[in-house]
């Protein structure tokens, strides 16, 4: 008992000192090992791109208005259904299926052509010179009357089932594959995140990071994105990348611009 007292009270006073250690912090950040995304940290912000589908939502949301207007005031045609008990229903006038097309036509064109800024107007303005030329051509009278025989009627069952499969895609897309990626940007640095795979990419300091704000699209940011933007980040050391279509841009922007505000005066 002589012997193994004192090495079991030095024992006893390894626990103790051990226990008055502080447990040591767990990481908050795994590069390798974590799937799941970190909880947000105070002065952080997580920033999501996505695709030009998100400018798509105006189709299949006209696309059930011009349904309904159908049901509402269409003419049924038994000779096209499949049994005479069923209709299919058209509506009488060729011009809701003209502004439909029309509708998708213009959102092709204005989601992949680019006019940011004072752009934007100049196209308005050629448009309108073309507009006003084309009137001025001689036999154009005839031309239009020739339209005016064009006939395109869309049913019911048309409507409701483009709209209904082009609204699933878009909320699978926009929800779910367009945030398997983002950027969380936070005042020491800008991590790029995945959902999938490698779940953190490379980080960035954010000492000496420009974050500037592309002009915006008068069609897509403004008319059908409700204030998106795409935004240009430079880093001091390292290659320039690009964020774009991001919702709340506004907002985005207020807050890196106090988060790098924040860290240039903390760095002083």
Sequence with gaps: MAVTAPSTAAQD?????????????????Q?????RRAPLREGEVRVFQ?????YWWVVWVYGFVCAAITYLGGIGIRELAASEEKAILFHRSPWLGISFIALILFVVV????RARGIYSFVLLLVAGGLVWGASRIPGIGTVLDWAALLRIHLNLAFYLTFSTALML?????????????WWRFSPGQVIEEHRIGQATGH???????IIRRLPDDLFRHRLLGF????????PAQGESFEIHNVPGANRIQRTLERMIATRAVSGM
Excluded: C
């Excluded at 590069?31 to 799937?35: E, F, N, T, Y």
């Excluded at 996505?50 to 998100?54: A, D, K």
């Excluded at 895609?169 to 990626?181: E, K, M, N, P, Q």
């Excluded at 204030?227 to 430079?234: C, I, L, P």
């Design 110 to 113: 204005f989601t992949n052509v």
């Design 13 to 29: 006073g390894a626990r103790i000192e051990d226990a008055r250690k502080p447990a040591p912090a767990a990481p908050q950040d």
């Design 203 to 209: 980080a960035v300091n954010t000492e000496g990071m």
């Design 50 to 54: 996505h695709s030009n589908l998100l």
């Design 169 to 181: 895609i878009w909320f699978f897309v926009i929800v779910l594959v367009d945030r398997f990626t």
């Design 227 to 234: 204030g998106t933007g795409d935004f240009v980040v430079h």
């Design 31 to 35: 590069p390798a090992g974590r799937h």
